[in-house]
């Protein structure tokens, strides 16, 4: 994280005795990353973190993975995956993923159990409604524009909080989720040339204690799924501090670069993972060099899939593609894309875009999984030509 945080009681001393009102100690935890050589935070637990009375393998719904064959364009609806009684976790319909990174989509209208991903930091979009994510570092109010990362193996829940659906895109990495490295100090600092700063990032500002025993926790690992069962509620820490902690950014926040003549994706770079990067396009001036073409020019990433989730305004070079709000766009590697027919010559002039849109680029091949074959708008590669396929083998 780009900053130290401390929340609630914590002893002046680190590994020092530190006591509850009735003489006893506080359960100190450290959760950090990269075996001690990384981030980290210190908490301090009214109960042991450490005692479990029971663990059962968890089944998770099963999804298929196929590759992108034969190698195209896709567009899928996402709204058309609309269902009610689901969770924003157990209820993730899976779209796209690697070895790398899972994308998934989830219209939630319940609590999720509470749950705990072992296996990678996980990158939540809120696209709308309004929800509550509790951990035992507390709470976060998130709503519409909404990123939040949760740290790898921080048990939490998802709790809708308003009367419209939450409407989450999901990003699960294998590893780490942060902001781009270009963009902080050698201590961790924001640089000035960021387009976001330690002021536009949230973190929890209260404890959230909660009394139970016998409590389930859904834990997603290396090797499956397993269900244990806590002697004590997890949201039982007193106190925190350190630099490890589920965190919240607008996508409102984020300060666009803009130039003179059509700048590339990476300034719209937000946060980097393993092997894939996150980039937001957000409403803004567009350039101002008296021949300019706003739209981008045809490009070809050789190295990576480009997927292109639209969350608001109106997408310019997607204009008559069929793209519409909650569309998520798959550009593969080994395919040329660019601003749909006509596209170029209606943004010659145009000074400002709204538009609103969540990138994320791969640099291993995307697979598609039921769920995305389910919504797909199979029209969506010949929009180019303006015709259907001759073949399609």
Same mark, same amino acid.
């Given at each position: 994280?780009?900053?130290?945080?401390?929340?609630?009681?914590?002893?002046?001393?680190?590994?020092?005795?530190?006591?509850?009102?009735?003489?006893?100690?506080? +359960? $100190? @935890?450290?959760?950090?990353?990269?075996?001690?050589?990384?981030?980290?935070?210190? *908490?301090?637990? =009214? /109960? %042991?973190? !450490?005692?479990?009375?029971? +663990? $059962? @393998?968890?089944?998770?719904?099963?999804?298929?993975?196929?590759?992108?064959?034969? *190698?195209?364009? =896709? /567009? %899928?609806? !996402?709204?058309?995956?609309?269902?009610?009684?689901?969770?924003?976790?157990?209820?993730?319909?899976?779209?796209?993923?690697?070895?790398?990174? =899972?994308?998934?989509?989830?219209?939630?209208?319940?609590?999720?159990?509470?749950?705990?991903?072992?296996?990678?930091?996980?990158?939540?979009?809120?696209?709308?409604?309004?929800?509550?994510?509790?951990?035992?570092?507390?709470?976060?109010?998130?709503?519409?524009?909404?990123?939040?990362?949760?740290?790898?193996?921080?048990?939490?829940?998802?709790?809708?909080?308003?009367?419209?659906?939450?409407?989450?895109?999901?990003?699960?990495?294998?590893?780490?989720?942060?902001?781009?490295?270009?963009?902080?100090?050698?201590?961790?600092?924001?640089?000035?040339?960021?387009?976001?700063?330690?002021?536009?990032?949230?973190?929890?500002?209260?404890?959230?204690?909660?009394?139970?025993?016998?409590?389930?926790?859904?834990?997603?690992?290396?090797?499956?799924?397993?269900?244990?069962?806590?002697?004590?509620?997890?949201?039982?820490?007193?106190?925190?501090?350190?630099?490890?902690?589920?965190?919240?950014?607008?996508?409102?926040?984020?300060?666009?670069?803009?130039?003179?003549?059509?700048?590339?994706?990476?300034?719209?770079?937000?946060?980097?993972?393993?092997?894939?990067?996150?980039?937001?396009?957000?409403?803004?001036?567009?350039?101002?060099?008296?021949?300019?073409?706003?739209?981008?020019?045809?490009?070809?990433?050789?190295?990576?899939?480009?997927?292109?989730?639209?969350?608001?305004?109106?997408?310019?070079?997607?204009?008559?593609?069929?793209?519409?709000?909650?569309?998520?766009?798959?550009?593969?590697?080994?395919?040329?894309?660019?601003?749909?027919?006509?596209?170029?010559?209606?943004?010659?002039?145009?000074?400002?875009?709204?538009?609103?849109?969540?990138?994320?680029?791969?640099?291993?091949?995307?697979?598609?999984?039921?769920?995305?074959?389910?919504?797909?708008?199979?029209?969506?590669?010949?929009?180019?030509?303006?015709?259907?396929?001759?073949?399609?083998?």
């Amino acid at each position: 994280m780009p900053y130290y945080r401390s929340v609630g009681e914590v002893p002046r001393k680190r590994h020092t005795q530190f006591r509850q009102p009735d003489g006893t100690l506080y +359960a $100190e @935890e450290l959760m950090g990353q990269e075996g001690f050589s990384s981030d980290s935070s210190l *908490l301090y637990h =009214r /109960h %042991l973190p !450490t005692a479990i009375v029971a +663990a $059962e @393998e968890y089944d998770p719904p099963a999804w298929t993975r196929v590759p992108n064959r034969p *190698l195209k364009p =896709r /567009h %899928l609806r !996402t709204h058309k995956l609309d269902s009610g009684g689901a969770d924003a976790v157990l209820g993730r319909q899976h779209l796209l993923a690697n070895d790398d990174v =899972r994308i998934s989509y989830v219209v939630a209208d319940r609590p999720s159990p509470l749950y705990r991903n072992a296996i990678g930091d996980e990158c939540l979009y809120v696209e709308s409604g309004t929800a509550r994510v509790e951990s035992p570092f507390g709470a976060l109010d998130v709503s519409a524009g909404d990123y939040v990362i949760i740290p790898t193996s921080v048990i939490h829940r998802i709790v809708p909080t308003g009367p419209e659906p939450l409407r989450v895109l999901t990003i699960e990495a294998t590893g780490h989720i942060g902001p781009p490295k270009r963009y902080l100090s050698v201590r961790g600092q924001f640089l000035e040339h960021a387009p976001y700063c330690e002021r536009d990032v949230r973190g929890p500002a209260e404890p959230l204690l909660v009394d139970d025993e016998d409590v389930e926790v859904y834990v997603q690992h290396r090797r499956g799924w397993t269900r244990h069962v806590y002697a004590h509620h997890p949201f039982d820490v007193v106190g925190w501090d350190g630099h490890l902690y589920p965190w919240a950014f607008s996508i409102h926040d984020f300060e666009p670069i803009t130039g003179r003549i059509h700048q590339p994706p990476p300034v719209h770079q937000t946060f980097q993972g393993p092997n894939f990067v996150i980039c937001s396009f957000v409403p803004r001036k567009v350039d101002y060099h008296p021949l300019a073409i706003p739209v981008p020019y045809n490009h070809h990433n050789v190295d990576s899939d480009e997927l292109l989730f639209y969350t608001g305004g109106n997408y310019e070079a997607r204009r008559g593609s069929g793209i519409e709000q909650g569309s998520i766009s798959l550009h593969p590697a080994g395919f040329t894309h660019g601003p749909q027919p006509g596209a170029a010559e209606r943004a010659i002039g145009v000074d400002y875009f709204d538009e609103l849109a969540v990138m994320v680029d791969t640099f291993r091949p995307l697979d598609l999984c039921d769920p995305a074959l389910a919504c797909e708008d199979t029209a969506y590669a010949w929009t180019w030509a303006r015709r259907g396929p001759a073949t399609e083998r």
